[in-house]
């Protein structure tokens, strides 16, 4: 079975880095096709994409944001990390991981999410 | 960035009523070399995370209902419920995946009458 889940802080102050883990299981980072993205989502509001790594360790990321992120990943451990930097209020938000593989290039399946709140 | 926009953003239904939900990008989601629209639909059912409805265009996700389907071309998308349940309730998000970055329209909001 196919599983993600995500942790980290609760609470960031502002101006703070946010380290995120998602760890994966039911299937490895190194499997040719696999690649996982981080989305947000900050309360009541849409959902946006932040970043992708892929099998292979290239790296996508989103436009606005891209100055701020850093994605990675740890195959033997299962983890795939996001940081962000200069954290600010409007950074409050749930944040999911979630995967595509080969041949089924969509999110699919989601991890459950956590919520991050920045605030001093 | 293509932008993905979802009017309306609440969507008031009665059960047993088909309900209609649309999204409109700003770029056209046909890719011209393999023939495939790379839009997708999501639903956020209250209090959960997003789950996988339709792929590309029209291909219901696994376990999806056959009371949902999706359509559309270049700009213009719709997914339709045939015949609404109270348990369809919650956030559809549409999404673009032609393009980097990936884009999601606001949601649409389907609520029971």
């Known amino acids: 079975q196919v599983t993600l889940k995500e942790s980290g802080p609760a609470l960031v102050k502002p101006t703070q880095t946010l380290t995120l883990t998602c760890t994966v299981s039911g299937f490895s980072l190194s499997t040719s096709g696999v690649r996982v993205s981080w989305i947000r989502q900050p309360p009541g509001q849409a959902l946006e994409w932040l970043a992708r790594?892929?099998?292979?360790?290239?790296?996508f990321y989103s436009t606005s944001l891209k100055s701020r992120l850093t994605i990675s990943k740890d195959a033997s451990k299962n983890r795939v990390v996001l940081t962000m930097t200069n954290m600010d209020p409007v950074d409050t938000a749930t944040y999911y991981c979630?995967?595509?593989?080969?041949?089924?290039?969509?999110?699919?399946?989601w991890g459950q999410g956590t919520l991050v709140t920045v605030s001093s | 960035d293509i932008v993905m926009t979802q009017p309306p953003l609440s969507l008031p239904v009665t059960p047993g009523e088909p309900a209609s939900i649309s999204c409109r990008s700003s770029q056209n989601l046909l890719d011209s070399e393999d023939g495939n629209t790379y839009l997708d639909w999501y639903l956020q059912k209250p209090g959960q995370s997003p789950q996988l409805l339709i792929h590309?265009?029209?291909h219901r996700a696994s376990g999806v209902p056959d009371r949902f389907s999706g359509s559309g071309s270049g700009t213009e998308f719709t997914l339709k419920i045939s015949r609404v349940e109270a348990e369809d309730v919650g956030v559809y998000h549409c999404?673009?995946?032609?393009?980097?970055?990936?884009?999601f329209g606001q949601g649409t909001k389907l609520v029971i009458k």
């Open positions: 979630t995967t595509m593989f080969r041949g089924r290039d969509w999110f699919d399946p």
């Open positions: 999404m673009q995946r032609l393009d980097f970055p990936y884009t």
């Open positions: 590309t265009l029209s």
């Open positions: 790594i892929d099998w292979d360790d290239d790296k």
